[in-house]
T-cell receptor
């Protein structure tokens, strides 16, 4: 099946710094990628949807200037958390879909801890 | 907006027994997909089963089957012959047809006891 990777799997950063998380589709072209946030013992909340070559669509309540999403190629999307604060600590999961397909392929997630 | 409700935060079942996880959803769409995902302690999301709303026949995948009641907007998951490896969080999810925007329920933590 299709594989999606995320890097890094874990990251610790200091408050006020920025951190970038990469999401890659390894064996297919991902026309659409999704970014989710999952707090402990909670569900996945969609943050934004990105289509290759266009601006991301953010969900209501998600600050687009804080969570910068770039989907510059058909195999790579990045999420940059700018000026991170401890409340941004969470598990971030990306998923990717092929054009015309229904399935979303999920990455293994990135645990972000802001100290 | 679509909402997905899982009313059972936690459930447990004895190994080899059968358990049913509940899910209801709210939508005005006629065509859509419903999913059950498993999230084990590794946090990797694993697709368990998928149902297309236009299909009346309930989906089955080995020990996993669903009871899809479109009029009632209900989509329960039955796990037969439960195994220790089934211990995980289970999320019900909704996706509009031709729109990969997926919405998840709050999840049910299932524990299979030996």
């Amino acid at each position: 099946g299709a594989v999606v990777s995320q890097h890094p799997s874990r990251v610790i950063c200091k408050s006020g710094t920025s951190v970038k998380i990469e999401c890659r589709s390894l064996d297919f072209q991902a026309t659409t990628m999704f970014w989710y946030r999952q707090f402990p013992k909670q569900s996945l909340m969609l943050m934004a949807t990105s289509n290759e070559g266009s601006k991301a669509t953010y969900e209501q309540g998600v600050e687009k200037d804080k969570f910068l999403i770039n989907h510059a190629s058909l195999t790579l999307s990045t999420l940059t958390v700018t000026s991170a604060h401890p409340e941004d600590s969470s598990f971030y999961i990306c998923s990717a879909g092929e054009q015309g397909g229904w399935e979303q392929y999920f990455g293994p997630g990135t645990r972000l801890t802001v100290t | 907006a679509q909402t997905v409700t899982q009313s059972q935060p936690e459930m447990s079942v004895q190994e080899a027994e059968t358990v049913t996880l509940s899910c209801t959803y709210d939508t005005s769409e006629n065509n859509y997909y419903l999913f059950w995902y498993k999230q084990p302690p590794s946090r990797q999301m694993i697709l368990v089963i998928r149902q297309e709303a236009y299909k009346q026949q309930n989906a089955t995948e080995n020990r996993f089957s669903v009871n899809f009641q479109k009029a009632a907007k209900s989509f329960s998951l039955k796990i037969s012959d439960s195994q220790l490896g089934d211990t995980a969080m289970y999320f019900c999810a909704f996706m509009k047809y031709n729109n990969n925007d997926m919405r998840f329920g709050a999840g049910t933590r299932l524990t299979v006891k030996p």
